[in-house]
């Protein structure tokens, strides 16, 4: 007997369904299974889920509080957080058409629900704007970084807009301040060609290593702060590393200002109480590429700016 196909559910305050797929295994009831399956949701959680009729089967049928387990079965649920902090920014719809929509999106919101945010991200807060439930991005950037996010609005188009980033067809500008280069004696412009790899002592961190380079960026003085040590530079990556812009900076000896990474991993921020005084002087400022459905020239261009000089 064929699997049904996946549900097409509602979102939920912008959130959509999240699906589970039942492994072969002795566990007696559905509940076993989801509290051993993701023991960052608290048993408690999952009852109530369960006795609200939040968790569905795949027909969409309620699956009541003591449903036995079903491997080879597909469970839906609608995530939540009680105590999500509000980031306090605004993102931006700059562009929109049927086939795409581009945001620019602030310092410190994430573009798709993970860890402690689900509501508070760009991708929800951009559904519940739209209406649009089949929004979602063909690229990401950090939740520190700020600047350009490109949405597809219909999966049948979706994976052709994700090969252009795959394939590394599309031009990618950041903007960041860093300090300056002089005391450092770096001649700019120059390109920054090195192996990154994930530091195996600390998870968040990339590190060059050496080997054969899998990271490529150009960086080009823009323009000097009058009174401080610091200048503005334009980044331009060929790939799309990890950290890469943040690493390539670092390792020349010029981290971004406010980043919370490099050189130094400092402690996760309190989530109740996050401090917005200083984000990371990053920018993804401008994007562009052939369109490969349309087949015309796409460039877009980023509203926001870094500190002021």
Known sequence: ??????????????????????????WPGLLDYLVERMPGVAPEVWQQRLQQGEVLDERGQVLPLHAPYRAGSRVYYWRSLAQEPRVPFEARILFQDELLLVADKPHFLPVLPSGRYVRETLLTRLRLATGLAELSPIHRIDRETAGLVVFNLQPATRGAYQALFRERAVAKVYEAVAGLPEPLGLSLPLTRRSRLMERSEAFMQMQEVPGEPNAETQIELLQRHPSLPLARYRLSPSTGQKHQLRAHMNALGLPLLGDRIY?????????????????????????????????QQRRFESALRLMAF
């Open 263 to 295: 050189p130094q991993l400092l402690p996760p921020e309190p989530a109740d109480a996050p401090d917005y005084r200083q984000p990371l002087q990053l920018l993804a400022q401008s994007l562009s590429f052939q369109d490969p459905i349309s087949g």
């Open 1 to 26: 007997m064929s699997r049904p196909p996946k549900l097409a559910l509602p979102l939920r305050d912008g959130v959509a369904a999240s699906v589970l797929a039942c492994p072969p295994g002795d």
